[in-house]
């Protein structure tokens, strides 16, 4: 076997034997404040993934716990303020899709996300690169 196959083999391997991220998940929730608390863990699970895809972070960005073991994580903990401002961000959001959803075209699908926004950026530009005229008028 050359080196890339060899390579190929180990990844496929660790993919096989690495726990699934839902397995070290709990399953049930305790302390959801805005999504639905009866939340099945797949959409939770999802819904986790996007927001960590929007801004390019980890799960620990917002909650406590650190390394690779997530089983070892306090989910249901408020301690990081990063968590307590993406409950805030979850609620604007529901509000900017209310405001959204009668203009343009309709659709069954949120029109805005956390990545309308962040665009894998912790804290989103307000403008481009090069300057964007006076802010206060947009
Ligand atoms: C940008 C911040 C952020 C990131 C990143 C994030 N979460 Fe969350 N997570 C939250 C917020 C906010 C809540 C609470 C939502 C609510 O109150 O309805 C939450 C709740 C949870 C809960 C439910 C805890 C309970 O018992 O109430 C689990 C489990 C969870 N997240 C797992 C994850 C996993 C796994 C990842 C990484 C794949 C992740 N989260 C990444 C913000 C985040
Ligand atoms: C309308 C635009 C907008 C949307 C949509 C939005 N955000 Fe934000 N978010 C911001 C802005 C602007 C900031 C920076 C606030 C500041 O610190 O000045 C921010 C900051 C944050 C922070 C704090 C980052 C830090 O480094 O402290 C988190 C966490 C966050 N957003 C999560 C989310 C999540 C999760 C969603 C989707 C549920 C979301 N945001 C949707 C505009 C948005």
Do not use: W
């Not at 990844?11 to 690495?18: I, M, N, S, T, W």
């Not at 699934?20 to 305790?30: D, E």
């Not at 929007?54 to 903990?77: Q, W, Y």
């Not at 900017?96 to 912790?122: D, W």
Request: positive net charge; aromatic residues 8%; contains cysteine.
């Amino acid at each position: 076997m050359g080196h890339r196959a060899v390579i190929v083999v180990f990844a496929a391997l660790v993919l096989a034997f690495a726990p699934p991220l839902v397995a070290q998940v709990p399953t049930t929730f305790t302390n959801l404040q805005v999504l639905p608390k009866d939340i099945a863990q797949r959409p939770l699970v999802d819904t986790m993934r996007r927001f960590v895809f929007a801004l390019d972070v980890r799960c620990e960005f917002c909650h406590v716990g650190e390394g690779n073991d997530l089983s070892k994580f306090d989910f249901a903990s408020d301690a990081k303020p990063t968590k307590v401002t993406a409950r805030a961000m979850l609620k604007m959001l529901a509000s900017i899709n209310t405001q959204l959803a009668p203009i343009g075209e309709p659709s069954t699908l949120p029109k805005a996300t956390c990545f309308t926004c962040h665009r894998g950026a912790r804290k989103p530009l307000t403008a481009p690169a090069g300057g964007g005229g006076d802010l206060r008028y947009n």
